[in-house]
Structure formats: structure tokens, C-alpha cells
T-cell receptor
């Protein structure tokens, strides 16, 4: 248990569905991240938020829409996904942004997403 | 472009063998370096990290890593592996130049035979 929780843990959706992934951190951190982990690929950073403000969008398609209502919660809204979007989606948090003195990231267990 | 390379995708060792996993990065500026580990069925977690100071860093479970600035390397080592070290290991780099990103390597799957 790292203090970062994600729900749901597994999600199967069709290409026309709309769903949301939720992440919550109980560590008092200021920065939160979404990553995509696909088989045989490096972990891909998707979005970064710091104090609720988006600081990075790593060229992610618009069918992925993040939302950060406060420093403890992060959502990833999904719509009209493609089968190649099937992957493990990881949320992480850190005290500081990457490059800062306290940028160690704490990861949640992930949501295993399957797009049919 | 910023990148992190891990030389071995799969490593198989017997218990008590020594381990060295290579990691090289391409990054400008001051870097923070990490090794994260993902045990089967568990979440990614920090194994060790280097921010500054002594380039030989000691982490949990007997792991250590050495930062060699001239070689842009941060190799992970353990003198004697155990079956419980079976996991996937990720090298990661952050920098004060290049935005608020952490760049991860592709990972190395280690299997330790009992």
C-alpha cells in the first residue's frame, strides 16, 4: 500500500463507451501523474498536474481527458477509445514536480483497461 | 531527445549469483536518477534514488547503484540475488531541464531460479 489508490482495478469497454478512471492519493503530495504501461514498451507519461494545474500533456489524443479537481484526486475520462488503447493505466503522485528535490513518485496499483 | 536505455530486457539468474543491470541516459542538465521495481502482482515502488552527493547509492534489500556522470550511466547491482528478487526493474531519470517529466526505461525482467 503506497497511499495511492485507483479504481476500478479492471475495466472492459467498447469503443463507443464513456468511462472514467479515478485516482486518489493520501500522502499530501502536490503533483499527480497519469502513465500508460503497455507490454514491451517503456512507461509512457501522459499528463502531469501540479497544485491542480496541468503542467504536461505528452501529446495524448483528445479521447483521453484528464481532470484534477484538487491535489488529492485525479481522473482520466475516456471516450471513443481504440483497441490499441488497451493497457495498464498507472497513477502516481510526488511531493515535488520531476526534477525537484522530492520528486520520488508513489504509484497506485493501476487500472487494467481492455477496449473491445 | 531525452531517453533512457536499459540494456537487458530479460535476465535469468540462479540464486546467489551477482546481478548488474545497465542503465544509460541521454539528458542535459542536472539529473535525478531512480530505480523502481515492480514485483509480480504489485505496484511500482522505489528501490533507490540518486539526487546528489556520494555517487554510490544504497537502496532496500541489498541493492546499490552507481552514478557515473562521464558515462551517463546508473547501473543497478546486487552481489547475491534471491528468488524473491524476481521482478521487473525500471530505470528512470528526471531533470531540471526538459520539462516536468520523468523518463522511464523499457524495463528489465529478472527471473531468479531457486
Amino acid at each position: 500500500e503506497t497511499g495511492v489508490t485507483q479504481t476500478p482495478r479492471h475495466l472492459v469497454m467498447g469503443m463507443t463507451n464513456k468511462k472514467s478512471l479515478k485516482c486518489e492519493q493520501h500522502l499530501g503530495h502536490n503533483a499527480m501523474y497519469w502513465y500508460k504501461q503497455s507490454a514491451k514498451k517503456p512507461l509512457e507519461l501522459m499528463f502531469v498536474y501540479n497544485f491542480k494545474e496541468q503542467t504536461e500533456n505528452n501529446s495524448v489524443p483528445s479521447r483521453f481527458s484528464p481532470e484534477c479537481p484538487n491535489s488529492s484526486h485525479l481522473f482520466l475520462h475516456l471516450h471513443t477509445l481504440q483497441p490499441e488503447d488497451s493497457a495498464l493505466y498507472l497513477c502516481a503522485s510526488s511531493q515535488d514536480l520531476a526534477g525537484g528535490p522530492a520528486d520520488t513518485q508513489y504509484f497506485g496499483p493501476g487500472t487494467r483497461l481492455t477496449v473491445l | 531527445a531525452q531517453s533512457v536505455s536499459q540494456h537487458n530486457h530479460h535476465v535469468i539468474l540462479s540464486e546467489a549469483a551477482s546481478l548488474e543491470l545497465g542503465c544509460n541516459y541521454s539528458y542535459g542538465g542536472t539529473v535525478n536518477l531512480f530505480w523502481y521495481v515492480q514485483y509480480p502482482g504489485q505496484h511500482l515502488q522505489l528501490l533507490l534514488k540518486y539526487f546528489s552527493g556520494d555517487p554510490l547509492v544504497k537502496g532496500i534489500k541489498g541493492f546499490e547503484a552507481e552514478f557515473i556522470k562521464s558515462k551517463f550511466s546508473f547501473n543497478l547491482r546486487k552481489p547475491s540475488v534471491q528468488w524473491s528478487d524476481t521482478a521487473e526493474y525500471f530505470c528512470a531519470v528526471t531533470s531540471n531541464t526538459g520539462g516536468f517529466k520523468t523518463i522511464f526505461g523499457a524495463g528489465t525482467r529478472l527471473f531468479v531460479k531457486a
